[in-house]
């Protein structure tokens, strides 16, 4: 089994490598999708995040308010803290879990957006990394979420900077240009995780 990390800035287009590369057969492990459903309704892991901030992060039907939460939690890094010590092991768990069920010949692919904030890349085989210059993230965060320019600066601010993840890379895939450029460079990457694999 090849384990790989998979991260990004936001609006890196982190999340359609991902999906590339499941397409060519890659085993996913969605960590923020994990992050979801730990905190669903009647988890443990949401009891434990109201405990910890109060009713009002929930919606009126009783899950967790994302918007409300995150306004909470990214303006003040120890809020920040206290959540991810909540949801992290809670996440680091279920991925194991998922690991453990994928076949030995697998190449499993670690989608995990805070993989530099967390120093988790030693945990992996290898790192790859899908960098955009700011400008580009920006602007997809604007354009294409519907962020205001302070939100979407906010968000970036409160992420690993460009050079610190490019340090932890094995791999980089290069998403600044349009997304028909994105398909040959996933498609490299994925045959040498295939021949990394092969090779045990």
Not at 61 to 87: H, Q, W, Y
Request: no cysteine; hydrophobic share 45%; glycine share 10%.
């Amino acid at each position: 089994m090849l384990k790989v990390g998979l991260t990004g800035g936001i609006g890196a287009g982190k999340s359609e490598v991902s999906r590339m590369l499941a397409g060519y057969g890659a085993v996913l492990i969605d960590a923020d999708r994990i992050a979801r459903e730990v905190v669903e309704p009647g988890t443990p892991g949401l009891d434990a995040v109201v405990k910890e901030f109060g009713t009002g992060i929930l919606t009126p039907e009783g899950t967790l308010d994302r918007p409300k939460l995150g306004s909470v939690v990214f303006s003040d890094g120890e809020r920040l803290a206290a959540l991810n010590a909540i949801v992290h092991p809670l996440v680091g768990a279920r991925s194991a879990e998922l690991e453990r069920a994928a076949g030995p010949d697998s190449v499993v692919v670690h989608d995990v957006p805070l993989l530099t904030e967390n120093g988790l890349a030693p945990l992996y085989d290898l790192v790859i990394v899908v960098d955009a210059a700011p400008e580009t993230q920006l602007d997809r965060l604007v354009r294409l979420r519907g962020m205001t320019e302070q939100e979407a600066r906010a968000r970036m601010a409160a992420q690993a900077t460009r050079e610190q993840r490019r340090a932890v890379a094995d791999l980089v895939i290069d998403n600044d240009g349009p997304i028909e450029a994105l398909e040959p460079q996933v498609r490299e990457v994925w045959a040498e995780l295939t021949r990394r694999s092969a090779a045990g």
